[in-house]
T-cell receptor, first 114, second 114 residues
Framework: NAGVTQTPKFRVLKTGQSMTLLCAQD?????MYWYRQDPGMGLRLIHYSVGEGTTAKGEVPDGYNVSRLKKQNFLLGLESAAPSQTSVYFC?????????????FGPGTRLLVL | AQSVTQLGSHVSVSEGALVLLRCNYSSSVPPYLFWYVQYPNQGLQLLLKYTTGATLVKGINGFEAEFKKSETSFHLTKPSAHMSDAAEYFC????????????FGKGITLSVRP
Protein backbone atom coordinates (compact mmCIF):
# COMPACT_ATOMS: atom_id res chain seq x y z
CA ASN A 1 0.00 0.00 0.00
CA ALA A 2 1.46 3.32 -1.09
CA GLY A 3 -1.24 5.25 0.77
CA VAL A 4 -1.52 8.82 -0.52
CA THR A 5 1.01 9.96 -3.09
CA GLN A 6 1.53 13.41 -4.61
CA THR A 7 3.17 14.50 -7.85
CA PRO A 8 5.38 16.50 -8.23
CA LYS A 9 7.33 16.91 -5.00
CA PHE A 10 8.65 20.36 -5.89
CA ARG A 11 7.92 22.88 -8.63
CA VAL A 12 8.94 26.40 -9.52
CA LEU A 13 6.53 28.48 -11.61
CA LYS A 14 6.61 31.94 -13.04
CA THR A 15 3.69 34.29 -12.38
CA GLY A 16 0.88 33.55 -14.81
CA GLN A 17 1.89 29.99 -15.60
CA SER A 18 -0.46 27.10 -15.00
CA MET A 19 0.08 23.70 -13.49
CA THR A 20 -1.73 20.67 -12.10
CA LEU A 21 -0.92 18.84 -8.91
CA LEU A 22 -1.85 15.18 -8.83
CA CYS A 23 -2.98 13.25 -5.75
CA ALA A 24 -3.53 9.51 -5.83
CA GLN A 25 -4.72 7.14 -3.11
CA ASP A 26 -4.92 3.36 -3.15
CA UNK A 27 -7.08 2.88 -0.04
CA UNK A 28 -10.44 3.06 -1.83
CA UNK A 29 -11.32 6.17 0.17
CA UNK A 30 -14.42 8.14 -0.76
CA UNK A 31 -13.33 11.55 0.52
CA MET A 32 -10.32 13.55 -0.64
CA TYR A 33 -9.01 16.99 0.33
CA TRP A 34 -6.52 19.60 -0.77
CA TYR A 35 -4.87 21.83 1.84
CA ARG A 36 -2.24 24.51 1.75
CA GLN A 37 0.22 25.01 4.58
CA ASP A 38 1.79 28.40 5.22
CA PRO A 39 4.06 29.38 8.13
CA GLY A 40 2.04 30.36 11.19
CA MET A 41 -1.26 29.60 9.44
CA GLY A 42 -1.65 25.88 10.00
CA LEU A 43 -3.44 23.95 7.27
CA ARG A 44 -6.28 25.54 5.35
CA LEU A 45 -8.71 23.60 3.21
CA ILE A 46 -8.80 24.59 -0.46
CA HIS A 47 -11.28 22.14 -1.99
CA TYR A 48 -12.58 18.71 -1.15
CA SER A 49 -14.48 15.87 -2.75
CA VAL A 50 -17.02 13.50 -1.21
CA GLY A 51 -16.91 11.06 -4.10
CA GLU A 52 -16.06 10.48 -7.73
CA GLY A 53 -17.36 13.31 -9.90
CA THR A 54 -18.10 15.66 -7.00
CA THR A 55 -16.13 18.61 -5.62
CA ALA A 56 -16.80 21.41 -3.15
CA LYS A 57 -15.13 24.61 -2.01
CA GLY A 58 -13.20 24.81 1.22
CA GLU A 59 -11.93 27.77 3.18
CA VAL A 60 -9.55 29.27 0.56
CA PRO A 61 -10.73 28.18 -2.92
CA ASP A 62 -9.95 31.32 -4.95
CA GLY A 63 -7.40 30.80 -7.73
CA TYR A 64 -7.71 26.99 -7.67
CA ASN A 65 -9.80 24.42 -9.49
CA VAL A 66 -10.14 20.71 -8.84
CA SER A 67 -11.41 17.59 -10.53
CA ARG A 68 -12.21 14.07 -9.34
CA LEU A 69 -12.78 12.06 -12.50
CA LYS A 70 -11.61 8.82 -10.92
CA LYS A 71 -12.17 7.77 -7.33
CA GLN A 72 -8.48 7.30 -6.65
CA ASN A 73 -7.30 10.63 -8.09
CA PHE A 74 -7.87 14.24 -7.05
CA LEU A 75 -6.31 16.98 -9.19
CA LEU A 76 -5.60 20.54 -8.08
CA GLY A 77 -5.13 23.12 -10.83
CA LEU A 78 -3.69 26.60 -10.82
CA GLU A 79 -4.77 28.39 -14.00
CA SER A 80 -2.65 31.51 -13.54
CA ALA A 81 -0.18 31.21 -10.71
CA ALA A 82 0.48 34.14 -8.38
CA PRO A 83 3.27 34.64 -5.82
CA SER A 84 0.62 34.39 -3.07
CA GLN A 85 0.18 30.76 -4.06
CA THR A 86 3.71 29.92 -2.98
CA SER A 87 3.05 27.27 -0.36
CA VAL A 88 3.25 23.61 0.55
CA TYR A 89 0.24 21.69 -0.72
CA PHE A 90 -1.03 18.58 0.99
CA CYS A 91 -3.55 16.09 -0.23
CA UNK A 92 -5.47 13.89 2.20
CA UNK A 93 -8.10 11.20 2.02
CA UNK A 94 -10.57 9.57 4.39
CA UNK A 95 -12.71 6.48 4.19
CA UNK A 96 -16.00 8.28 4.66
CA UNK A 97 -17.70 11.37 5.98
CA UNK A 98 -18.16 10.61 9.65
CA UNK A 99 -16.81 13.21 12.03
CA UNK A 100 -14.58 10.60 13.64
CA UNK A 101 -12.81 9.70 10.40
CA UNK A 102 -9.04 9.89 10.25
CA UNK A 103 -7.54 11.76 7.35
CA UNK A 104 -4.43 10.26 5.71
CA PHE A 105 -1.97 12.72 4.25
CA GLY A 106 0.42 12.66 1.34
CA PRO A 107 4.02 13.88 1.60
CA GLY A 108 3.29 17.31 0.14
CA THR A 109 4.22 19.40 -2.90
CA ARG A 110 6.37 22.48 -2.44
CA LEU A 111 5.40 25.20 -4.93
CA LEU A 112 7.37 28.39 -5.49
CA VAL A 113 5.83 31.07 -7.69
CA LEU A 114 8.26 33.75 -8.83
CA ALA B 1 -18.66 26.96 13.99
CA GLN B 2 -15.58 25.10 15.13
CA SER B 3 -12.16 26.59 15.91
CA VAL B 4 -8.90 25.60 17.56
CA THR B 5 -6.37 27.70 19.45
CA GLN B 6 -2.81 26.55 19.99
CA LEU B 7 -1.05 29.14 22.11
CA GLY B 8 2.57 29.78 21.27
CA SER B 9 4.33 28.62 18.15
CA HIS B 10 7.37 26.94 19.67
CA VAL B 11 8.06 24.77 22.70
CA SER B 12 11.53 23.62 23.72
CA VAL B 13 12.17 20.85 26.25
CA SER B 14 15.15 18.82 27.38
CA GLU B 15 15.41 15.17 26.51
CA GLY B 16 13.63 13.20 29.24
CA ALA B 17 11.47 16.13 30.33
CA LEU B 18 7.69 16.32 30.27
CA VAL B 19 6.11 17.45 27.01
CA LEU B 20 2.94 19.56 27.27
CA LEU B 21 1.36 21.05 24.16
CA ARG B 22 -1.81 23.02 24.69
CA CYS B 23 -4.95 23.02 22.61
CA ASN B 24 -8.25 24.78 23.29
CA TYR B 25 -11.27 24.40 21.06
CA SER B 26 -14.58 26.02 20.34
CA SER B 27 -17.42 23.91 19.03
CA SER B 28 -21.18 24.32 18.78
CA VAL B 29 -21.65 20.56 19.14
CA PRO B 30 -19.84 17.86 21.16
CA PRO B 31 -16.38 18.00 19.63
CA TYR B 32 -14.35 15.37 17.86
CA LEU B 33 -10.70 16.27 18.46
CA PHE B 34 -7.47 15.19 16.80
CA TRP B 35 -3.73 15.60 17.24
CA TYR B 36 -1.54 15.19 14.16
CA VAL B 37 2.26 15.25 13.97
CA GLN B 38 4.38 16.43 11.06
CA TYR B 39 8.02 15.37 10.97
CA PRO B 40 10.39 17.49 8.88
CA ASN B 41 9.63 17.36 5.15
CA GLN B 42 6.81 14.86 5.62
CA GLY B 43 3.04 14.85 5.58
CA LEU B 44 0.86 14.76 8.68
CA GLN B 45 0.09 11.55 10.53
CA LEU B 46 -2.47 10.91 13.24
CA LEU B 47 -1.18 10.76 16.83
CA LEU B 48 -4.53 10.25 18.54
CA LYS B 49 -8.16 11.28 18.48
CA TYR B 50 -11.10 11.75 20.82
CA THR B 51 -14.56 10.92 19.60
CA THR B 52 -16.70 9.70 22.49
CA GLY B 53 -16.19 7.68 25.65
CA ALA B 54 -13.01 7.75 27.73
CA THR B 55 -11.67 11.26 28.07
CA LEU B 56 -8.04 10.17 28.38
CA VAL B 57 -6.87 9.07 24.96
CA LYS B 58 -3.64 7.22 24.33
CA GLY B 59 -1.84 7.52 21.03
CA ILE B 60 1.29 6.41 19.30
CA ASN B 61 4.85 7.00 20.51
CA GLY B 62 3.82 7.38 24.17
CA PHE B 63 1.63 10.46 23.68
CA GLU B 64 -1.72 10.95 25.34
CA ALA B 65 -4.31 13.70 25.58
CA GLU B 66 -7.17 14.42 27.93
CA PHE B 67 -10.48 15.89 26.83
CA LYS B 68 -11.74 18.38 29.43
CA LYS B 69 -15.14 19.72 28.51
CA SER B 70 -15.26 22.24 31.36
CA GLU B 71 -12.01 23.79 30.18
CA THR B 72 -12.66 23.26 26.43
CA SER B 73 -9.18 21.79 26.25
CA PHE B 74 -7.43 18.81 24.67
CA HIS B 75 -3.81 19.14 25.75
CA LEU B 76 -1.18 16.69 24.49
CA THR B 77 1.37 15.22 26.91
CA LYS B 78 4.26 12.79 26.98
CA PRO B 79 6.05 11.98 30.23
CA SER B 80 9.56 11.85 28.80
CA ALA B 81 10.65 13.59 25.61
CA HIS B 82 12.87 11.86 23.09
CA MET B 83 14.98 13.50 20.41
CA SER B 84 12.81 11.82 17.78
CA ASP B 85 9.77 13.77 19.06
CA ALA B 86 11.06 16.97 17.47
CA ALA B 87 8.33 17.88 14.99
CA GLU B 88 5.37 20.16 14.40
CA TYR B 89 2.15 19.25 16.17
CA PHE B 90 -1.33 20.23 15.04
CA CYS B 91 -4.56 20.08 16.98
CA UNK B 92 -7.75 19.83 14.91
CA UNK B 93 -11.50 19.74 15.49
CA UNK B 94 -14.02 17.96 13.31
CA UNK B 95 -16.77 19.88 11.57
CA UNK B 96 -20.46 19.25 12.00
CA UNK B 97 -22.14 17.48 9.16
CA UNK B 98 -21.21 14.36 7.26
CA UNK B 99 -18.08 15.48 5.48
CA UNK B 100 -15.26 14.69 7.93
CA UNK B 101 -13.73 18.15 7.38
CA UNK B 102 -11.25 19.39 9.94
CA UNK B 103 -10.28 22.81 11.24
CA PHE B 104 -6.62 22.88 12.21
CA GLY B 105 -4.80 25.04 14.72
CA LYS B 106 -1.72 26.96 13.62
CA GLY B 107 0.62 24.28 14.93
CA ILE B 108 3.35 24.14 17.55
CA THR B 109 6.97 23.28 16.82
CA LEU B 110 8.52 21.06 19.46
CA SER B 111 12.30 21.14 19.88
CA VAL B 112 14.10 18.63 22.09
CA ARG B 113 17.47 19.61 23.58
CA PRO B 114 20.05 16.93 24.32
Amino acid sequence: NAGVTQTPKFRVLKTGQSMTLLCAQDMNHEYMYWYRQDPGMGLRLIHYSVGEGTTAKGEVPDGYNVSRLKKQNFLLGLESAAPSQTSVYFCASSLGGRRSETQYFGPGTRLLVL
Amino acid sequence: AQSVTQLGSHVSVSEGALVLLRCNYSSSVPPYLFWYVQYPNQGLQLLLKYTTGATLVKGINGFEAEFKKSETSFHLTKPSAHMSDAAEYFCAVGHTGANSKLTFGKGITLSVRP
